[in-house]
């Protein structure tokens, strides 16, 4: 963990932090405990958009699970990494494979906080 993140999470005035989470470059989910409790929201970037196989919903359920370790799970979020588009050259995904993507999103943020 950086310094930057325990400094950042634990005094920035933001609504919310964006975090990409969709490979092992992020690191794992340790800093989040500096996150203010039920103040800010953390949107999990567990579904990538960099390639179009699509993620496990066990998998990314499992990952939320392990950072509600480190905050509480009200204040997560689920979203994609990034957008479909982000880079000039845009990602080797197809329109339905990006549909497919956002509506495993959906299906795995509603089962995870149905009961929330």
Not at 28 to 44: N, Y
Not at 93 to 106: P, S
């Amino acid at each position: 963990m950086s310094r930057w993140q325990s400094s950042c999470f634990g005094s920035v005035n933001v609504d919310a932090f964006f975090l990409e989470y969709d490979s092992e470059r992020a690191g794992g989910f340790e800093p989040l405990r500096f996150i203010k409790p039920g103040h800010q929201q953390v949107v999990l970037g567990l579904v990538t958009t960099k390639t179009g196989q699509l993620e496990n919903p066990e998998d990314v359920k499992r990952r939320i699970q392990e950072a509600s370790q480190y905050v509480n799970i009200n204040q997560l979020c689920l979203s994609p990494q990034c957008g479909f588009a982000s880079t000039e050259e845009g990602n080797s995904l197809a329109e339905e494979q990006q549909w497919d993507k956002l509506k495993l999103t959906v299906e795995v943020a509603a089962e995870v906080w149905k009961n929330q």
